[in-house]
Nanobody, 123 residues
């Protein structure tokens, strides 16, 4: 059974930092890329960042570039999203996901999803 298990998140003041983790299990993911998405209340789920399993390629949403960093430990089967200089507009439920497709930004190209974790940034 494939599982993406998320941890991290919580409440932080603007300017603070959080790190999200997502551990994959249940199959071999070496052909997959891992992504992070977020969904704010009343909004569609949006792409945040993605990384190839070997870590050689990364893609980051322009609005978080320079603040968020995606990384992967493929020995631990874990992908991370380090979020610095957080802003209230970063408040959302964050999801990790896995795709074998080369189209990283589209939600419907992802095969597996984590359970989601709340990130709340207070002003």
């Amino acid at each position: 059974q494939v599982q993406l298990t998320q941890s991290g998140g919580g409440l932080v003041q603007a300017g603070g930092s959080l790190r999200l983790s997502c551990t994959a299990s249940g199959r071999t993911f070496s052909s997959y890329a891992m992504g992070w998405f977020r969904q704010a209340p009343g909004k569609e789920r949006e792409f945040v960042a993605a990384i190839s399993w070997n870590g050689g390629s990364t893609y980051v949403l322009d609005s978080v570039k320079g603040r968020f960093t995606i990384s992967i430990d493929n020995v631990k089967n874990t992908v991370y999203l380090q979020m610095n200089s957080l802003k209230p507009e970063d408040t959302a439920v964050y999801y990790c996901a896995a795709t074998i497709s080369g189209s990283y930004v589209y939600t419907d190209r992802y095969d597996y999803w984590g359970q989601g974790t709340q990130v709340t940034v207070s002003s």
